[in-house]
């Protein structure tokens, strides 16, 4: 490891040594030490992950000058059942919905290198009788259910995730869309028997467009809805949310 980076992961995490699980941040490893420089000195801040099945993509947001900015888009490996929700254990299908990722959910040695766990089922599927456990987001490029990246994008997710969970990040909302939920795609299959639960998705969808903040998603009479501190929200802030790190 270099000794610029070794001061740098010092330096990110002395301000935060104080929470109890700080010691599960490791050094850098040689892989690891391959992230931009940009990149690393958005380590700690607030995260907020968003999934489009049908692009098979993973987007990784910041809070950066008080709204998400996308930092890097991440093609997905591989992920199972097509597009709708997951309902049972052993439907080999990844899950879609509104989850909640937090230190606990965090397994640095997983079988499949790096993972953290969804928090499947939810309350939402609970209240529907779905069935199943062990809903991940890992490495390896295999799935069964899962979402599975390769290593090198893993390491990177996972390390964003976890900075930002011991700078005080209570959970990191993990949003999970079949597609991008525009008026005319969604009307596009507006005969799929998901057609119902599509419209709940798109309420979260519609609020991080317009605000570039995580919708607070609760849910009631086995519905999805905004909690009504989101439906505040009118007046977002202005910002870029252009990919500082396309270039």
């Not at 692009?55 to 930092?71: I, S």
């Not at 977002?236 to 270039?247: D, E, Y």
């Amino acid at each position: 490891m270099s000794k610029s980076l070794f001061m740098l992961s010092v330096l990110l995490l002395s301000p935060v040594s104080f929470y109890s699980n700080a010691q599960s941040v490791q050094p850098l490893t040689e892989q690891q030490s391959t992230m931009q420089p940009e990149k690393q000195r958005l380590l700690g801040l607030p995260v907020y992950v968003r999934i489009i099945k049908e692009d098979k993509v993973l987007e990784l947001f910041v809070k950066n000058q008080g709204t998400y900015q996308l930092v890097q888009t991440y093609p997905i490996c591989n992920y199972s059942g097509g597009l709708g929700p997951k309902r049972y254990q052993g439907d080999f299908k990844s899950p879609e919905g509104f989850y909640q990722v937090t230190m606990q959910s965090l397994n640095p040695n997983s079988k499949f290198y790096r993972s953290f766990n969804l928090g499947y089922p939810n309350q939402y599927d609970q209240e529907h009788g779905f069935t199943g456990k062990h809903l991940m987001v890992h490495g390896d490029c295999v799935s069964t259910g899962c979402y599975a990246m390769n290593n090198q994008q893993i390491s990177e997710i996972y390390q964003f995730i976890e900075y930002a969970l011991i700078n005080g990040q209570p959970q990191v909302e993990v949003n999970i869309f079949p597609f991008r939920m525009t008026n005319n795609k969604l009307n596009s299959y507006s005969h799929s028997v998901h057609y119902e639960f599509w419209q709940q998705l798109k309420v979260g969808y519609d609020f991080f467009e317009k605000t570039h903040q995580p919708p607070n998603m609760i849910v009631s009479n086995g519905r999805y809805n905004l909690a009504p501190q989101g439906l505040l929200a009118n007046n977002p802030q202005k910002s870029n949310p252009a990919n500082p790190f396309a270039r």
